[in-house]
């Protein structure tokens, strides 16, 4: 009876040493010891373009010789348009001054040229983002700032319903354009034969087509536009529903300079953010001064110094914004509803708009 009492009492003692209750306290952490914070750590990073271009007091932007809406002197010999103020909103993002800037008319030959030469800052030209331009070339494509799609201008007269239509057609084309190889994807894909007439210029296709020099006139839709408003007869002429292509256009920056290209894009970004948030070239003033929205804040330089990660000022958007306008803004004035091309937004239209677009900038923070 001992005996079993005894081999009891050692098993509750084993027990007793399995149980976590007797398990001596783990040692408590020393009180002042803080636990570990995870911070990213932003700064600027200097640009040679940037730098080049305030030492010079002006931006070089290379642009169309003459494409109505987008880029043309006008009877004064001031150069406006669509592309124009692209170039404008960077000069007044870098230099605090849109008139800074100076225009030199490049052929579609040679733009990229010029641009890889050093012979320009930044490249305005209606010209599409495509993977051989951005890979090949050493070359970058700041941002969108106009979704577009190639077409076909054709006399109202002919009576055609669409470019399905066209076969053996004379079709103008601007030689060195992505429109000339996208010309000759959509009719071999379609088994139908055209004869093709390359021109130098759009100047020289619209000339060529009024005069009977071609049957149909194809380039982006918004070019055909901006030709068939400078027509003799513009009404006796359409634009064909077809569209056979996505031309996403946008200006266009070298290679080897991150921070420019950054400039650049944010001030695409700029626009598209100004009209967003509900800012004009004539109201941005006062809400800079009264917005309570942070991102509106943050966006104008009120708050925080975002400018300087760009080597900017702090109040370089509301400079964009003040002299230049929002997207929306330079859309109406240029090729929108207030200019003689009357486009619609379409797909330019904001990604919240009642009917939405794919126009879209990052947030501002």
């Known amino acids: 009876m001992i005996r079993r009492l005894a081999v009891a009492g050692l098993a509750i003692l084993m027990l007793s040493a399995c149980d976590g209750g007797s398990k001596p306290a783990a040692t408590p952490a020393p009180a002042n010891k803080a636990a570990p914070t995870f911070t990213t750590r932003y700064k600027a990073t200097p640009s ?17 010789p003459g ?30 001054d849109a008139d800074k800037v100076r225009f030199t008319p490049i052929g579609g030959p040679d733009r990229f040229g010029a641009l890889q030469r050093g012979e320009i800052d930044l490249l305005s030209r209606n010209t599409s983002w ?15 700032t106009y979704f577009d799609g190639q077409g076909f201008l054709a006399p109202k007269a002919l009576g055609l319903t669409s470019a399905q239509e066209l076969s053996g057609a004379r079709i103008c084309v601007q030689a060195g354009t992505a429109s000339q190889d996208n010309l000759a994807d959509f009719f071999k894909a379609r088994g139908l034969s055209y004869k093709p007439v390359v021109v130098a210029s759009e100047a020289e296709a619209r000339r060529l087509y009024e005069n009977d020099g071609c049957d149909v006139f194809t380039a982006d839709i918004s070019a055909l536009a901006g030709s ?35 400039i650049v894009r944010w ?39 975002y400018g300087a990660l760009l080597g900017l000022k702090r109040d370089w958007a509301y400079q964009v914004i003040r002299q230049v306008g929002a997207y929306h803004e330079i859309f109406r004035r240029d ?31």
Request: hydrophobic content about 40%; aromatic content about 8%.
């Open 228 to 262: 068939r408003s400078v027509l003799n007869n513009p009404g006796a002429n359409v634009i064909l529903p077809d569209v056979i292509s996505k031309e996403p256009l946008g200006p266009v920056v070298r290679q080897n300079d991150p921070v420019w290209a950054d």
């Open 67 to 96: 494409l109505p809406g987008f880029a043309y002197p006008d009877y004064r010999g001031t150069w406006r348009g669509f592309d124009v103020d692209i170039c404008r909103a960077v000069a007044a993002a870098v230099l605090g």
């Open 48 to 64: 040679k373009v940037l730098n080049a271009v305030r030492k010079r007091g002006f931006v070089a932007c290379g642009v169309n």
């Open 335 to 365: 090729i929108g509803p207030d200019s003689a091309l009357k486009l619609d937004r379409g797909l330019n239209a904001l990604w919240n708009a009642p009917k939405p677009g794919l126009l879209y900038a990052p947030p501002f923070r």
């Open 130 to 144: 495509s993977f051989s331009r951005d890979a090949g070339l050493g070359l970058d494509f700041a941002a969108t």
């Open 267 to 305: 001030t695409v970004y700029a626009t598209i953010l100004g009209e967003e948030l509900g800012l004009t070239s004539k109201t941005v003033s006062q809400a800079r001064e009264t917005a309570s929205d942070p991102q509106t804040r943050r966006l104008l330089g009120v708050d925080g110094d």
